[in-house]
Protein backbone atom coordinates (compact mmCIF):
# COMPACT_ATOMS: atom_id res chain seq x y z
CA UNK A 1 0.00 0.00 0.00
CA UNK A 2 1.49 3.32 -0.96
CA UNK A 3 -0.13 6.81 0.53
CA UNK A 4 0.06 9.96 -1.56
CA UNK A 5 0.37 13.16 -0.41
CA UNK A 6 -0.08 16.55 -2.52
CA UNK A 7 1.06 19.88 -1.34
CA UNK A 8 1.73 23.28 -3.01
CA UNK A 9 -2.51 24.58 -4.23
CA UNK A 10 -2.92 27.96 -3.54
CA UNK A 11 -4.76 31.04 -5.09
CA UNK A 12 -2.85 32.57 -7.30
CA UNK A 13 -3.18 35.27 -10.37
CA UNK A 14 -2.97 34.59 -14.11
CA UNK A 15 0.30 34.37 -15.30
CA UNK A 16 1.78 33.21 -12.11
CA UNK A 17 3.64 30.02 -10.99
CA UNK A 18 3.16 26.74 -8.93
CA UNK A 19 4.83 24.11 -8.25
CA UNK A 20 3.11 21.13 -7.09
CA UNK A 21 4.63 18.38 -4.96
CA UNK A 22 3.35 14.33 -4.31
CA UNK A 23 5.32 12.58 -1.41
CA UNK A 24 5.15 8.83 -1.36
CA UNK A 25 5.03 6.88 1.62
CA UNK A 26 7.36 4.20 0.17
CA UNK A 27 9.64 4.58 -2.62
CA UNK A 28 8.08 5.12 -6.32
CA UNK A 29 10.76 3.87 -8.64
CA UNK A 30 8.76 0.61 -8.90
CA UNK A 31 5.88 2.72 -10.61
CA UNK A 32 5.31 2.45 -14.39
CA UNK A 33 2.76 5.17 -14.09
CA UNK A 34 3.14 8.48 -12.40
CA UNK A 35 1.03 11.01 -13.20
CA UNK A 36 -1.04 14.56 -12.12
CA UNK A 37 -4.69 14.53 -13.36
CA UNK A 38 -6.89 17.37 -12.65
CA UNK A 39 -10.61 17.81 -12.38
CA UNK A 40 -12.90 20.96 -12.79
CA UNK A 41 -16.32 21.03 -10.87
CA UNK A 42 -18.40 20.01 -13.66
CA UNK A 43 -16.20 18.22 -15.59
CA UNK A 44 -14.42 15.04 -16.58
CA UNK A 45 -10.92 14.57 -14.76
CA UNK A 46 -8.01 15.17 -16.80
CA UNK A 47 -4.91 13.11 -17.46
CA UNK A 48 -2.31 16.49 -17.10
CA UNK A 49 1.33 14.75 -17.23
CA UNK A 50 2.81 11.54 -16.84
CA UNK A 51 6.10 10.39 -16.41
CA UNK A 52 7.64 6.85 -16.98
CA UNK A 53 9.61 4.94 -15.07
CA UNK A 54 12.58 6.07 -17.52
CA UNK A 55 11.87 9.80 -17.51
CA UNK A 56 9.75 10.31 -20.76
CA UNK A 57 6.86 12.58 -20.34
CA UNK A 58 3.26 13.65 -21.78
CA UNK A 59 1.26 16.25 -21.61
CA UNK A 60 -2.39 17.12 -22.48
CA UNK A 61 -2.36 19.78 -25.55
CA UNK A 62 -3.36 22.72 -23.04
CA UNK A 63 -0.55 22.36 -20.81
CA UNK A 64 2.29 21.87 -23.29
CA UNK A 65 5.11 24.20 -22.87
CA UNK A 66 3.74 25.78 -19.54
CA UNK A 67 4.07 22.40 -17.43
CA UNK A 68 6.82 19.99 -16.30
CA UNK A 69 6.17 17.04 -14.49
CA UNK A 70 9.49 15.53 -12.69
CA UNK A 71 10.59 13.27 -9.72
CA UNK A 72 12.95 12.74 -7.72
CA UNK A 73 13.18 9.09 -6.86
CA UNK A 74 15.74 9.67 -3.87
CA UNK A 75 13.02 11.49 -2.12
CA UNK A 76 9.77 9.44 -3.38
CA UNK A 77 8.29 12.45 -4.76
CA UNK A 78 6.89 13.83 -7.91
CA UNK A 79 6.82 17.11 -9.16
CA UNK A 80 4.44 19.70 -10.99
CA UNK A 81 5.83 23.05 -12.23
CA UNK A 82 3.29 25.07 -13.49
CA UNK A 83 3.85 28.07 -15.53
CA UNK A 84 2.19 30.66 -17.40
CA UNK A 85 -1.18 29.52 -15.06
CA UNK A 86 -4.65 30.60 -16.60
CA UNK A 87 -7.98 30.79 -15.09
CA UNK A 88 -9.24 27.63 -17.34
CA UNK A 89 -6.58 25.43 -15.08
CA UNK A 90 -8.14 26.03 -11.97
CA UNK A 91 -9.27 22.46 -10.85
CA UNK A 92 -8.19 20.34 -7.85
CA UNK A 93 -5.18 18.41 -8.90
CA UNK A 94 -4.20 14.97 -7.89
CA UNK A 95 -1.15 12.74 -8.23
CA UNK A 96 -1.44 9.00 -8.82
CA UNK A 97 0.92 6.36 -9.21
CA UNK A 98 0.82 2.32 -10.15
CA UNK A 99 2.71 -0.01 -11.53
CA UNK A 100 0.28 -0.03 -15.14
CA UNK A 101 -2.26 1.83 -14.11
CA UNK A 102 -3.10 4.17 -11.76
CA UNK A 103 -3.81 2.38 -8.43
CA UNK A 104 -3.21 4.79 -5.93
CA UNK A 105 -4.18 8.37 -5.28
CA UNK A 106 -3.49 11.29 -3.56
CA UNK A 107 -6.84 13.52 -2.35
CA UNK A 108 -5.95 16.42 -3.92
CA UNK A 109 -4.71 20.05 -3.64
CA UNK A 110 -7.00 23.10 -4.62
CA UNK A 111 -5.29 25.18 -7.59
CA UNK A 112 -7.87 28.15 -8.02
CA UNK A 113 -6.06 31.04 -10.96
CA UNK A 114 -8.08 33.96 -10.67
CA UNK A 115 -7.38 38.08 -10.28
Known amino acids: QVTLVESGGDLVQP ?15 MFNAAGWFRQAPGKPRELVAA ?23 AKNTL ?11 TAVYYCAVGIYEYDYWGQGTQVTVSS
Open 51 to 73: ISSSGSTNYVDSVKGRFTISKDN
Open 79 to 89: YLQMNALRPED
Open 15 to 29: GGSLRLSCAASGTIL
